[in-house]
């Protein structure tokens, strides 16, 4: 487990700090078209099973509205590694700033994602510049896809992670809530250290590093050798280390945001912080295996989520 007693000024080497392209074929396209929200929550159960097993907890009258802005999420993130080139990606991103004016105006393009959300938008009425804020960082990091500094991650996580975060509180009415939104702010922070090294070994395979190169310098990590070796490279395992810890501080300080509220999540608010338990399960088990990203338990998916997933949402604690 993780250690939140430990002080954030003094982080103990390898302990926490407590402050511390389209998805589918053209057939299923098509089908998606006569079925939207089906699309998009079929879409939502193959590619992001975290996000599928919190879906169950929302309002029954708002998962619709879910599934199509988890989609839209999923849809953006997945463009850069679904391309050929910056270009085309450029022409799918402006696709989808187009389609968010359409969506807001009554006329969405004949798009499963963009008709699924035209219909959570005539309901819900979130608003869109939450949605178009994603799509123009999404656009931006297909000609920045590495990050040199922390500072340029953390801001990126905070126009896509926290914002989608954001998204989710407004069409739940909870947006209005200062804690709340800042609770999901760093929240969007640490699941987006916690994507990034989980897909460490991925993105290596493929000749990228996906922690900032002040981190990986500071460690004396070479790229090439981590492509090479994985984590067997000199200083990965440092470099993984502080990027953790970052995300941990990150999640705690999402829990501290909460003490206005008892310390628990108000039960409304309840299905969008519970994406908060895959980050710090994921986060256990780094340590344990300690901070070796390219262990092969970390890509088995474990059984204990489901049930900490379902206990977070019946305490009130993420």
Request: overall charge positive.
């Amino acid at each position: 487990m993780l250690r939140p007693c430990l002080a954030r000024s003094s982080l103990p080497k390898r302990h926490w700090s407590p402050r511390t392209r389209s998805l589918s074929s053209a057939h299923g396209h098509d089908a998606g078209l006569n079925d939207p929200t089906g699309y998009c929550k079929d879409l939502v159960r193959k590619r992001d099973h975290e996000a599928f097993l919190t879906a169950q907890f929302y309002p029954t009258d708002s998962r619709d509205a879910f599934y199509a802005l988890r989609a839209l999420y999923i849809e953006l993130a997945t463009v850069q590694e679904s391309v050929s080139n910056a270009m085309i990606g450029k022409m799918r991103m402006q696709f989808w700033k187009d389609a968010m004016k359409g969506i807001a105006d009554g006329s969405p393009p004949r798009h499963p994602i963009a008709l699924a959300l035209h219909q959570a938008y005539a309901t819900a009425k979130f608003p869109s510049y939450h949605l178009k804020r994603i799509v123009e960082a999404r656009d931006a990091e297909l000609h920045s896809p590495t990050h040199l500094t922390t500072e340029s991650l953390l801001a990126h996580a905070e126009s896509t992670s926290s914002t989608f975060l954001y998204s989710l509180l407004s069409f739940l009415s909870l947006s209005s809530s200062h804690s709340l939104s800042h609770a999901a702010s760093h929240l969007g922070v640490s699941q987006t250290i916690a994507t990034l090294l989980r897909a460490l070994p991925y993105h290596a395979a493929g000749g990228r590093m996906v922690i900032p190169a002040e981190i990986t310098a500071r460690h004396g990590v070479s790229q090439e050798e981590v492509f090479r070796k994985g984590g067997g490279a000199k200083g990965i395992d440092e470099a993984v280390f502080e990027f953790a810890t970052l995300a941990n501080d990150h999640l705690i300080t999402a829990r501290e945001m909460l003490k206005e509220h008892g310390g628990k999540v108000p039960e409304r608010a309840r299905p969008v912080f519970l994406s908060a338990i895959p980050t710090g399960l994921y986060l256990e088990r780094l340590e344990k295996v300690n901070f070796d990203a390219f262990h092969p338990s970390l890509q088995v998916r474990t059984w204990r989520l489901p049930w900490r997933i379902w206990q977070g949402y019946y305490s009130g604690r993420i």
